[in-house]
């Protein structure tokens, strides 16, 4: 079985340019997550998707940041303009059921750098 | 907002022995779930064990186990017989808003 598959892995933009990473979860996992990981510290949730509905956002800065999951499947979470503060690894997860309670398989992430 | 603390930056074993790793959680909720994830240097994060707030019983996976006190709001993860491939950040999360520790940085010396 196929693991959560992120792209690209690694990504190096200038301050102000826009960029957007691509997540595909195990397949019949309802729900994906996208969290941001900063060096040495753990995982901070940005967006929850059950389905196609996003019913967690809180933590999601959205005067630059957007995220979408078409159709349930995969999903797109877009910055536009970068900020250097944004360098960190965007990390990718689904799990089979709601609320939280299942195990999250994670993808490899994507490391970003804004110069 | 919950909050999750792992107060031990840093954690060194022996090889074949046992450490015990702290984590404490902040809620008002009494239905939620408990997790410790293992994330090898360069590698993806993966479930190590998985704790249910309802069940008294403590969650054990093979060398690893849990001391859940709910009341104290603690639940800490003991490696036993512990080897080189153990090696790895640890992570306690909470389940309502996907709250992570700061994480453990365990090394294992041989």
């Known amino acids: 079985e196929a693991g959560v598959v992120q792209s690209p892995r690694y990504k190096i933009i200038e301050k102000k340019q826009p960029v957007a990473f691509w997540c595909n979860p195990i397949?019949?996992?309802?729900?994906l997550y996208w969290y941001r990981q900063n060096l040495g510290q753990g995982p901070e949730l940005l967006i929850r998707?059950?389905?196609?509905?996003?019913?967690?956002d809180s933590q999601l800065p959205k005067d630059r940041f957007s995220a979408e999951r078409l159709k349930g499947v995969d999903s797109t979470l877009k910055i536009q303009p970068a900020e250097l503060g944004d360098s960190a690894v965007y990390l990718c997860?689904?799990?089979?059921?709601?609320?939280?309670?299942?195990?999250?398989?994670f993808g490899p992430g994507t490391r970003l750098t804004v110069t | 907002a919950q909050t999750v603390t792992q107060s031990q930056p840093e954690m060194s074993v022996q090889e074949a022995e046992t450490v015990t790793l702290s984590c404490t959680y902040d809620?008002?909720?009494?239905?939620?779930?408990l997790f410790w994830y293992k994330q090898p240097p360069s590698r993806q994060m993966i479930l190590v064990i998985r704790?249910?707030?309802?069940?008294?019983q403590n969650a054990t996976e093979n060398r690893f186990s849990v001391n859940f006190q709910k009341a104290a709001k603690s639940f800490s993860l003991k490696i036993s017989d512990s080897q080189l491939g153990d090696a790895a950040m640890y992570f306690c999360?909470?389940?309502?808003?996907?709250?992570f520790g700061a994480g453990t940085r365990l090394t294992v010396k041989p």
């Open positions: 998707y059950e389905n196609e509905e996003a019913v967690d």
């Open positions: 809620t008002s909720e009494s239905d939620y779930y």
């Open positions: 397949s019949g996992h309802n729900t």
């Open positions: 999360a909470y389940n309502r808003d996907m709250r």
């Open positions: 704790q249910e707030a309802y069940k008294q």
């Open positions: 997860a689904s799990s089979l059921g709601f609320w939280g309670v299942d195990e999250q398989y």
